[in-house]
């Protein structure tokens, strides 16, 4: 019964083993080891010489896990430098932008408010300029007027003058009019003349603004030349050209009347304009200086843009720089875990040759010899 539970013992382990030589196989080194293992058995090199050999790769690979730890810890320290001084430099990109933008946060409502106030000033300008227009046009309308007053009167004065000078030039000698006893004589004709020319004065006069009841006194005194020229009387004619000269002497101070009220007007005006221009000096003196101001603002802004957008162009070149960075560490890191798994997985395969080799020599020397028995050709 003991003899029947060693065997099963010894297959259990056996079978164990085997599975550890099928782990070993499954890697290229594995194999390659077991079959230079196995030659070298089979060949009758000395067991110390192939111990020796597993060793010295044992150490070779210790060695190399150093240098390449060494190496990773010195490129990582290398990488958290780079990448502690890409972040700081991001960070102070970022305060510069928050700064810029605080500066484009205080510009901007000022412009804006500035733009307002010049918006305000201009709608005031264009009301001032339009009473201007409007006081000016009127202005303009009165001078029209009075000009128009000017030549009517002119004219109304001219038939009469014409009237009284028809009487002068055409006196009867001795004389016109003469004082004392002496008597006025005047033709019937001139009378007519007199009388005709005053009644086409008047009917022009009647269809004018200003002089229309001069028109009427003209119409009357023609009425008056037709009556004297029926009866030629001497009183009726001297009557006549002291209506003349009366007539003259009122057309000449209601005319001085009308120019005085268009003096008073154009003192009034220039008066009135004196002020509006000067409203309107401000108003053009506030739009320049609000002007000039929004432009100083807007050049501000302007700069402050510009440098903000360089500012923003160097955090996405710094952020890419950083990103590509990292990503090199990342994977440089990930090569030296994929090296290290390696190198353990080769190593851990000479450790369990080793182990092997030192307490299961006989399993090892069953396994090559099935292997040969089942026409491995690496083994011949």
């Not at 605080?102 to 408010?113: C, G, S």
């Not at 004082?179 to 007519?192: C, D, F, L, S, Y």
Request: charged content about 30%; proline content about 1%.
């Amino acid at each position: 019964m003991k003899t029947i539970l060693l065997l099963v013992l010894v297959a259990c382990v056996f079978t164990t083993n085997t599975a550890l030589f099928d782990r070993i196989e499954s890697s290229d080194l594995g194999r390659t080891l077991l079959n230079t293992i196995a030659i070298q058995m089979t060949t009758g090199e000395p067991l110390e010489r192939i111990f020796q050999t597993l060793y010295d790769l044992e150490d070779r690979y210790i060695a190399d896990q150093k240098e390449d730890d060494a190496n990773n810890q010195a490129f990582q320290q290398v990488c958290d430098a780079d990448l502690s001084g890409l972040n700081q430099e991001l960070a102070n990109l970022e305060q510069r932008n928050t700064e810029l933008q605080a500066v484009l946060d205080d510009l901007i409502p000022i412009r804006d408010q500035k733009i307002g106030q010049k918006k305000a000033k201009e709608l005031q300008k264009a009301e001032l300029q339009k009473v201007i227009d409007e006081t000016t046009a009127k202005r303009q309308e009165q001078a029209d007027d009075f000009e128009a007053q000017r030549q009517e009167y002119t004219f109304v004065s001219s038939v009469l003058a014409e009237a009284r000078r028809l009487f002068t030039d055409n006196l009867q000698a001795p004389s016109f009019l003469q004082k004392g006893e002496e008597r006025v004589h005047v033709t019937p004709q001139i009378m007519a003349q007199v009388a005709s020319h005053m009644s086409q004065g008047a009917h022009k006069a009647s269809t004018m603004k200003h002089v229309r009841t001069f028109g009427k006194a003209i119409k009357l005194l023609a009425n008056l030349a037709n009556r004297t020229q029926q009866f030629a009387n001497q009183e009726l004619t001297g009557r006549v050209i002291k209506l003349i000269d009366d007539l003259q002497n009122q057309l000449s101070q209601a005319f001085d009347l009308a120019r005085k009220a268009e003096d008073d007007r154009v003192r009034a005006f220039e008066a009135y304009m004196s002020l509006l221009n000067k409203d309107m000096n401000k108003y053009n003196s506030s739009i320049a200086n609000l002007t000039a101001e929004i432009q100083s603002l807007q050049d501000r802004i302007d700069a402050t843009t510009s440098s903000q957008n360089d500012v923003l162009q160097r955090i996405q070149a710094k952020t890419q720089q950083r990103d590509d960075r990292r990503g090199e560490c990342q994977e440089a890191a990930y090569d030296y875990q994929q090296r290290r798994s390696a190198r353990d997985s080769d190593r851990q395969t000479v450790s369990d040759l080793i182990g092997i080799l030192n307490s299961n020599m006989r399993d090892l020397k069953e396994y090559i010899a099935l292997r040969v028995a089942a026409g491995d050709k690496d083994l011949e």
